[in-house]
């Protein structure tokens, strides 16, 4: 959990981002039309980050023996049981 000035931070950012939308737009149409869409997308990127929280990073330990494959390699009944269905159900929605 973010401490307490991180979140009074975010939250002072969220309103004037909220409070300042057209303008904060105007600006990013003249920085588009200027340097380029990349040079917009950059900013827009800068205020995000400090706008929503940054993902945290999950490590998985698996045990045992495992074999990645795609959805479209899987039989029906494989499909089934990790969606935690019935292979009778894939088979009406297929």
Known sequence: MPNKATSNAREAIARFVDGNAD????LLDEIRRVYGA???WDCIMDL???HIPKLQRAEVEIQGEMTLRHANELSDDELAS???TGSQRVAETA
């Open 82 to 84: 990790i969606a935690g």
């Open 38 to 40: 990349k040079a917009a």
């Open 23 to 26: 303008q904060l737009q105007e």
């Open 48 to 50: 995000v980050e400090y």
